[in-house]
């Protein structure tokens, strides 16, 4: 269940249809230059939580009505979906990422010349790049009675989970132009990254064979792998142990590091009245992890795969719920990614950077209406991706403003709404960069896993 336990997480940064929106607390997260309108203490585990999904795909490329009158869903698998049907929307990458960031103790002040804060943050970042041979394989090698090859490539996932602690300043240099900086020591909980460059099968009626070349790399403090005998295709031990699961003995930290944020602002009214200028550069940094398992396969070793013999593919042999399906599909593709124990070796991992560049006009003859453009590019190959994000917010009492946001990007077009509640001594705020209509039982996105929810409550004081 590998895959899916991944594709299924979440993961969380900062609202951007939040970032010009002047009367948040926490939009100093995005750009350290920016400064809250007064002295602030977070809700401890309530002040700022965001949590956000991204794909270029959504559970309705996977997932499908059925015709069989005891279950009303079916995976792509099932003989009734049509190859074209499924294969034809999906990119020659499926890129699915989850992000995760809970403000556990967090608070600002002014003092010392400028503004100060201090955050104690839970993080979790996921990627994950599915090619679509991977998928055509899944589809219509199960067609290919007469034998095939396929050849897989690029498949990869990350995952990145982490204490973060930052102490941040900020401060006018001149009238127009203001700096700051956030310091973070790291205390790492888990990461995980794995890479299979290239995976080749070849289909015969009577039996599968497959070899691949990657690597896993696992650092997770009191983590070893469980291993199994392999077998070839009449059962006979082959003498090769595979890896086969996890056992933890008493986790904790397992790797320490450090960051850096960095931000700017300048004030642009001597060129265009009413126009701001920022940009900020994020994590900066790394994690070295002292306890890292290994997982390897040089792809000299062929191994025996049985197919996707569990999973039900014609409607009257589908009788099975689609969550017992979709646990049938991931046990199967556990099965074909093989790794061997490789030992285990220190390794240092990098946050992965965001960048941001905002342009920001106030209407002079409406200074509570404003327009904003916000570009983002997050560093971190091979998911590296962009965003660009047009916004348009409004402050029509001293205690309310509202931002609504329209953006594209790598993965797709989406609407955002924050909702900002400013009342003497609280802040409340609530929205979301990814607007969305249709959800399945478990509130998941039906038709793009683009989804995320940003909300918090402050209590506020000083000017």
Not at 403 to 419: D, E
């Amino acid at each position: 269940m590998l895959l899916l336990t991944v594709v299924s997480g979440v993961s969380a940064q900062n609202s951007r249809t939040g970032y010009f929106l002047r009367g948040s607390y926490h939009r100093h997260e995005m750009n350290p230059a920016f400064m809250p309108e007064s002295n602030y203490i977070a809700i401890p585990g309530l002040g700022n939580l965001n949590i956000e999904t991204q794909g270029n795909a959504g559970l309705s490329n996977f997932i499908f009505d059925t015709t069989n009158p005891m279950y009303d869903m079916t995976t792509f698998m099932n003989s009734s979906v049509g190859a074209d049907q499924f294969l034809n929307e999906l990119d020659d990458i499926t890129r699915l990422n989850a992000n995760l960031n809970l403000s556990i103790l967090s608070f600002g002040f002014k003092k010392w010349g400028g503004y100060n804060t201090f955050d104690l943050r839970l993080r979790s970042k996921t990627s994950v790049n599915l090619p679509i041979d991977l998928f055509r394989f899944m589809k219509l090698g199960m067609d290919k009675v007469d034998g095939a090859t396929y050849h897989i490539e690029n498949l990869a996932m990350r995952s990145s989970n982490f204490v973060e602690m930052g102490f941040g300043h900020s401060r006018r240099l001149t009238e127009r132009l203001t700096v700051g900086a956030k310091f973070k020591l790291l205390l790492g909980a888990a990461n995980m990254d794995m890479n299979i460059d290239e995976m080749n099968i070849t289909m015969a009626q009577n039996v599968w064979t497959a070899n691949l070349k990657g690597q896993a790399n696992l650092a997770l403090n009191g983590a070893t792998f469980k291993q199994k005998m392999e077998t070839d295709s009449q059962g006979n031990p082959t003498g090769n142990q595979q890896v086969d699961g996890l056992d933890v003995d008493s986790p904790s930290i397992g790797g320490v590091g450090i960051g850096i944020d960095l931000g700017a602002t300048y004030d642009m009214t001597d060129v265009v009245e009413g126009l701001t200028l920022s940009a900020s550069v994020l994590d900066l940094g790394f994690i070295s992890w002292s306890d890292n398992i290994v997982a390897d396969n040089d792809g000299t070793r062929q191994f025996h795969f049985d197919g996707f013999s569990q999973i039900g593919v014609d409607d009257d042999s589908s009788n099975k719920e689609i969550d017992d399906q979709v646990e049938d599909l991931g046990d199967d593709l556990e099965n074909m990614a093989r790794f061997y124990d490789a030992g285990s070796k220190s390794r240092t991992t990098m946050l992965g950077a965001t960048v941001h560049i905002g342009a920001e006009y106030e209407l002079p003859s409406y200074k509570a209406l404003h327009f904003g453009l916000l570009s983002t590019t997050y560093f971190n190959s091979p998911f590296t991706w962009t965003e660009l994000r047009a916004s348009a917010t409004i402050a029509p009492l001293s205690w309310f403003e509202a931002s609504t946001s329209f953006a594209t990007s790598t993965l797709g077009q989406s609407m955002g709404l924050v909702l900002n509640f400013n009342p003497k001594g609280f802040n409340f705020f609530i929205g979301t960069d990814y607007a969305f209509t249709k959800v399945n039982s478990q509130a998941i996105p039906m038709n793009g896993l683009n989804s995320s929810i940003s909300l918090g409550m402050n209590i506020t004081f000083g000017k």
